[in-house]
């Protein structure tokens, strides 16, 4: 007796499957020669543990989308347990196999690309790929804070209001004294005031012919306050009777706006970032500039000196942080993630850590050592114009355009505290030096100084 076979043998399934596999193989094959045999993260040689992994597991199997790797290593990339920066292909991993002894090695690792560039990933579908793996580290994080609780969060009450001053004008930069005893405003009106911080008296009201004040800082010692300002000028004032010393000007000096100032921490020299894209390093012995630094490709609106006195940071309308050492002005690190203007850098009190933030209403968290990217926070809050790291360097506050000041734990970039704190935009803040109180300015024309501390304390 005859039996009707069926006129399908396969089901559309069973096709899909079987032309994937084929694909698949055809694929592994290729990267195997483009990358002679070895595992693109570990070199191992043993061919038959190499396996294909998919940058991009709903996007097309063709090499740029997929890495050969070593067949457990492969598996960890699919399980968002390892990942790849896209701009320095330094290797990341995941907190749960970040001490394994088998992969901790990994760390930081290179990968390698094929020869052949047809034959190389996509940098985009990896920064894709990167993106996702570092938003779920952060939630991770946020997720055992939460599992933790409270006691292991840093003893900080929601900071309360001490007491409003009134500025008359946009306040574009604030500033304390290394005593905590003054605050200093820069402002819109083109006057630096020195206020006292305990009673908010307004002592000194220095003008120039600055135009716009963007940015003010005090000398270590506190006997100087520098201010920049928009007709390309660096003015320095004594504190004690607010006499002009001299400005920092000059055919060698600025050609744009000043928007960011900040003394070395020793107070011998300070820097300058202009809107003529150059950051400038002054001596203040003799008020000359020694070095001009010139690599940004936009406006330098921030610039900070490391606690140590020995590297620059700068942040830019290019998108760009880059990291500058003084001694010889070479650019050591140039630090990309942002996708709009940088308005905002600071370091650590340890100086092992940058923050950076801006128009992209994104702060981002470095490691000064090698520029690894630690955390990106985001509120959802619109442009931050300022960030300042506390004095124990346990949390760092930021200013936006959404009127709010946050405060954010710097170990897991958790948000803390989350401010209504003025009428308009938050332009700028600074910790005092005792970690008692923050200071913010904002559009409002006002400058709010905050209590850090119970008052029973």
């Known amino acids: 007796m005859m039996v009707a076979l069926p006129t399908t043998l396969f089901s559309t399934d069973q096709k899909k499957e079987a032309t994937l596999s084929a694909e698949h ?38 090499s740029s989308n997929a890495i050969l790797l070593r067949a457990d290593i ?38 390698r690309q094929p020869a052949r560039i047809a ?46 001053l009134a500025v008359k004008s946009w306040v574009n930069s604030v500033a304390y004294s290394r005593d905590s005893t003054l605050v200093a405003t820069g402002s819109w009106d083109g006057v630096s005031r020195i206020w006292r911080a305990e009673d908010g008296y307004l002592l000194h009201s220095l003008q120039a012919d600055l135009g716009e004040v963007n940015g003010v800082s005090f000398s270590p010692n506190g006997q100087v306050l520098a201010a920049a300002g928009r007709n390309q000028l660096v003015q320095l004032w004594r504190v004690s009777d607010g006499v002009p010393l001299y400005t920092l000007q000059g055919p060698v000096g600025h050609s744009g706006a000043v928007f960011g100032v900040s003394f070395s921490p020793d107070g011998s020299a300070l820097a300058s970032g202009s809107w003529d894209h150059s950051v400038c390093v002054w001596r203040l012995s003799d008020g000359q500039p020694v070095r ?17 006195g020995r590297l620059i940071a700068s942040g830019s309308h290019d998108r760009q942080v880059r990291i500058w050492r003084v001694a010889d002005g070479a650019l050591l690190n140039t630090l990309q993630g942002h996708t709009d203007a940088i308005f905002s850098v600071a370091f650590s009190p340890d100086g092992r850590v940058l923050a950076s933030a801006g128009t992209d209403g994104s702060i981002r968290l470095w490691r000064v050592a090698d520029g690894t990217p630690l955390y990106v926070l985001q509120a959802n809050c619109g442009a931050v114009f300022s960030v300042a790291f506390s004095p124990d360097g346990e949390t760092l506050a930021s200013g936006d355009y959404s009127r709010a000041v946050r405060i954010w734990r710097v170990r897991d970039g958790v948000l803390l505290h989350s401010i209504p704190a003025h009428g308009e935009g938050v332009t700028s803040l600074a910790y005092s030096p005792d970690g008692l109180s923050l200071a913010s300015g904002s559009f409002d024309a006002s400058l709010k100084i905050w209590n850090l501390r119970d008052e029973q304390e």
């Open 292 to 308: 001009r630094l010139t690599e940004h490709r936009g406006a330098v609106n921030s610039v900070s000196f490391s606690p140590t």
């Open 119 to 164: 034959m190389r990933c996509s940098r985009q579908i990896l920064d894709a790929h990167h993106r996702r793996f570092l938003l779920r580290q952060r939630a991770a994080a946020v997720r055992l804070a939460a599992i933790v609780g409270t006691a292991a969060a840093p003893n900080m009450p929601c900071p309360t209001l001490r007491s409003t």
């Open 25 to 62: 193989d055809i694929l592994r094959d290729a990267l195997i020669e483009a990358y002679g045999g070895q595992c693109a993260i570990t070199s191992c040689a043993i061919v038959e543990t190499l396996d294909i992994a998919l940058i991009d597991p709903n996007g097309p199997t063709e």
């Open 74 to 111: 492969a598996r960890l990339f699919r399980a968002g347990l390892l990942s790849v920066d896209a701009m320095s292909l330094k290797v990341f991993l995941a907190a749960e196999i970040a001490d394994a002894a088998d992969y901790a090695s990994l760390s930081e690792s290179l990968l």
